[in-house]
Structure formats: structure tokens, C-alpha cells
């Protein structure tokens, strides 16, 4: 039988994952405010509030700790919009409701502005994309919707992707200065995703008069 020596309190001990958890969640805020090039593992392990050799037992370099960060942050995204990542691979893409999609995806930003910013310039500046497991959903969902009769012909997925996903995530800096209380910061998502879903039904151009328009008729004679 183990006798504790008085004085001394028991040990706690560790929970990796957890310790993981506080110090990915402290890089996200520390770059939402420095950027990733003035990071490093030291000043995360302080904000996270654990010493630097236990931070340098997860992430060695500032390089591993940035994309561990996005890459935790495209996890939750991913699950947060998507659901289950086995059922969500295998769900037909005309199954998919582009109304409660849009919905998940600015709540997630909503609630995680800091987070979402930096998963978004890390998924911007990235050579390989792909690599990044919401982009690599996300986009393969489109490009099949794409394919599909409920699409109209001739959509750049790759544009449109990037245009939907940097709004979405820019959108809380505005909401962040616009509302006063977390009523309207819900009411701001609402506008948003049915302004995204509206646009994506009816655009903002009526064709016909869009051709109408005498600038576009000067340009074409010149």
C-alpha cells in the first residue's frame, strides 16, 4: 500500500490530448491577432498556460504548430458542416440541402471568427490545397453539384469556392463591429447565409437588361 508523504499534494496527471487541444486553440487566437510569422511555440505555450518543454514535446518547430492549427480547425469545420466524415464521403451530392449547408458553414464562422480567419489565409497561401480536408469535401462536392441538372452550366467551382468561403469567414469582422448583443449577431448570420443562398438561385443581374446596357454595347463596337 502506497503511503503519501505529508506536505505534498498528488500528482495531477497529464491529459495529452487535452494539453494538444489548449495549445492548437491558443495558436489560432495568438495568429488571428499576430499572423503565423510572428508565432512561435513559446508564446503558445504561455497563452495555453503550460510550460514550453511540454509544447515542444507536441510541436518542435513554429512550422509544425501553424499547420497542426489549420488542419485542427479544417477538422472541426469539417465536422460542424459536414457531420461524420465516413457518411459524409459517401453522400450523394444531390442530397445535399445548399440551404443548411450555408447555414452550418456561417454559424462555424460565426462562433469561431479567430479560427476561421486563420484556416482561411492558411488555405489561401497554400501550394497544395487539397491537402486540407474541408477544402478537399467541400470542393469535390461542388465540382460534382456542378455536373449536375440542378446546376446552371459553366460554373468556375474553383472560383466560386474560394469566393463563398472568403466571404463567409470575412463576414464576422463585420458583424463584429455591427452588432451589439449575440441576437444580432444571429440575426447577421441568418441575412447572410439567405443572401449567399439567394444569390446562388437568382443572381444580381436581370439578363435582358444586362445585355441591354449601353455600356456593354460601346464596348462591343469598339
Do not use: C
Not at 55 to 62: I, K, V
Not at 140 to 162: H, L, Q
Request: without cysteine; glycine residues 4%.
Amino acid at each position: 500500500m502506497a503511503v503519501r508523504s505529508k506536505g505534498h499534494a498528488p500528482r495531477r496527471r497529464r491529459n495529452p490530448e487535452k494539453t494538444r487541444e489548449a495549445i492548437l486553440e491558443a495558436a489560432g487566437l495568438v495568429t488571428a491577432q499576430d499572423g503565423s510569422e510572428g508565432l512561435t511555440v513559446a508564446q503558445v505555450a504561455q497563452r495555453a498556460g503550460v510550460n514550453r518543454g511540454t509544447a515542444y514535446l507536441h510541436f518542435r518547430t513554429r512550422e509544425e504548430l501553424v499547420e497542426a492549427t489549420a488542419a485542427w480547425v479544417s477538422d472541426k469545420l469539417y465536422r460542424s458542416v459536414f457531420g461524420d466524415p465516413e457518411q459524409a464521403a459517401n453522400q450523394p451530392v444531390e442530397t445535399i440541402s445548399a440551404e443548411v449547408l450555408m447555414e452550418r458553414l456561417t454559424d462555424f464562422a460565426m462562433a469561431n471568427p479567430e479560427h476561421g480567419r486563420v484556416w482561411l489565409f492558411e488555405l489561401l497561401r497554400s501550394q497544395r490545397p487539397a491537402k486540407d480536408k474541408f477544402w478537399r469535401q467541400y470542393y469535390s462536392n461542388f465540382a460534382k453539384f456542378a455536373k449536375t441538372e440542378f446546376a446552371v452550366p459553366g460554373i468556375d467551382v474553383e472560383v466560386t469556392s474560394v469566393l463563398m468561403l472568403a466571404g463567409t469567414f470575412l463576414w464576422p469582422v463585420w458583424a463584429s463591429v455591427h452588432a451589439r448583443n449575440a441576437k444580432e449577431r444571429r440575426q447577421l448570420a441568418k441575412r447572410f447565409s439567405r443572401e449567399v443562398l439567394r444569390l446562388s438561385l437568382h443572381g444580381t443581374l436581370r439578363p435582358e437588361l444586362h445585355e441591354a446596357q449601353p455600356q456593354r454595347k460601346k464596348r462591343r463596337k469598339s
